[in-house]
């Protein structure tokens, strides 16, 4: 083999693991991100500006890594709204596994060259031919072996992260701290392994050999470790999430009971209204047989005032959420809000009212809460229910400030249309999981809608029994 084959070669081995590297970071990015137009745009520039200054301009790798980092973070910057935690967790995770895998890869290919180097016979006449072949083969084996363990340490990260979720800066720094020390280890074990000394030049894995399988291990354990961060933290976001919902729902329990108590001790007032009723006439009657009309007109005011503090502005044909949308309407009006309702339930043994109650609580709630931060002209809030054969459609559609916020306080980018709630809960995000379990259990579906500075939520749930 000439030397001019052998550049050959090199050039395109060094072509490959760029290729590699995209893919994998594409892959990383996508157990962690959901893929996108704008990431492929983002893959072709790293691909092309890679390629320029690795072949043609020969700038070392710590350059052309800066560079692709730069870039996606610039991509996110705008993509996410300065929402940049991810981005870096990921860009950290994928230049340590590039140089655990390398650092494992460097190790079996040492071996495998001092091993072809040891037999050849520097006499021989193709003893040039052989050395050239020989790093070939190194080459070869050193990028297969990188591949094999790059590959594997991917798809070990894809089958421990169910879902992609969101970090806090925080969170973002107590994961990424092995992967820098992963980073750093491989660093200084390149610059460690060539030594320019006085008289020569001094061969890490020469004069110590061990270092050929202590350093893998090392890379190996590093590796583990980071594993088993991400998987602890997942674990640990799913328990506080867990912890959160059952709190939530305690909380909606004893609300939920309260205001059965209330729709309770309110009938039972009526009950007894009209148990008196047949006094109070009586009593009227008494009065204007007297000609104390005086006396009359008194009596009837007070009568009125105790039948105006039992009337409801909206009748519904159910107990419960008569009370329940009363009182949002009393929180309504009193945050200067327009509240529209078209809502005749009545009673229903198909569908619990406890379990509407709980839709109508959060969604409510979050609209007011939506409400409150407009311009008061700006505030209403529009509740229907819609009954189309057995299905029932209550739809709440409020006016909002056009920003949907993580939990962690980032803005989503506006979509004109959700119909399934995001991996990353949102601000109301347990509120409304609670209101989708519901609408599950009722063999429905909850949907989405956000368009300029509206956002609509429809529930349906079927009217049937469900065990």
């Known amino acids: 083999m000439s030397q001019v084959t052998y550049e050959i070669i090199r050039k395109l081995f060094e072509i490959y693991p760029i290729i590699l590297q995209i893919v994998l970071f594409l892959v990383l990015w996508n157990v962690f991100f959901r893929w996108e137009k704008g990431i492929w745009i983002v893959a072709g520039i790293l691909a092309v500006m890679n390629i320029c200054m690795g072949l043609w301009l020969e700038k070392p790798g710590v350059i052309r890594y800066t560079m692709s980092a730069v870039i996606v973070l610039g991509y996110c910057f705008c993509k996410y709204q300065k929402h940049l935690e991810n981005a870096v967790f990921i860009l950290l995770l994928f230049y340590n596994f590039h140089a655990l895998s390398y650092l494992i ?135 506080q999430k867990e912890r959160q919902k059952h709190f939530v729902e305690e909380q909606q329990v004893k609300a939920m009971k309260q205001r059965l108590e209330e729709a309770e001790n309110f009938y039972g007032s009526i009950r007894r209204v009209r148990h008196e009723m047949k006094n109070h006439m009586t009593n009227i009657k008494g009065l204007v047989a007297s000609e104390k009309y005086d006396a009359v007109e008194n009596y009837i005011e007070k009568l009125d005032e105790t039948i105006q503090t039992m009337d ?41 009212a406890f379990d509407i109650g709980i839709i109508l609580n959060n969604l409510l709630d979050n609209a007011i809460e939506a409400c409150e931060k407009l311009e008061q002209e700006q505030r209403y809030i529009n509740l229907t229910l819609k009954k189309k054969n057995h299905f029932l459609l209550i739809e709440v559609e409020n006016s909002f400030d056009g920003k949907v916020i993580w939990e962690d306080g980032g803005i989503v980018p506006m979509t004109t249309k959700q119909s399934d709630l995001p991996d990353i809960l949102m601000e109301h995000g347990i509120g409304l999981k609670n209101v989708k379990n519901v609408a599950d259990h009722y063999l429905g579906d909850m949907d989405i809608k956000i368009k300029n500075d509206v956002f609509k939520v429809t529930v349906m749930l079927q009217q049937k029994k469900i065990k």
């Open 105 to 239: 890869a460097d190790s079996i290919y040492q071996c495998t060259v001092e091993s072809i180097f040891r037999g050849l016979d520097v006499l021989s006449e193709e003893y040039i031919f052989r050395v050239y072949l020989g790093m070939a083969i190194g080459m070869g084996i050193l990028l297969l072996s990188y591949t094999l363990v790059f590959l594997i340490m991917t798809g070990v990260v894809i089958k421990i992260v169910k879902k992609p979720f969101m970090l806090r800066w925080q969170e973002t720094i107590f994961l990424s701290v092995l992967n820098i020390v992963g980073s750093m280890i491989v660093g200084i074990s390149v610059d460690l392994s060539v030594v320019q000394i006085e008289g020569g030049v001094f061969l890490l894995y020469d004069d110590k050999q061990e270092m050929l399988w202590k350093l893998p291990i090392i890379a190996v354990l590093i590796y583990v470790g980071e594993i088993s961060a991400i998987y602890i933290y997942q674990n640990y976001r799913k328990l």
């Open 312 to 352: 409801y502005k909206f009748n519904t044909g159910n107990a419960v959420t008569d009370v329940i949308i009363n009182d949002k309407y009393q929180k309504a009006e009193n945050a200067g809000i327009s509240f529209q309702v078209k809502f005749n339930l009545g009673e229903t043994d198909t569908i619990s």
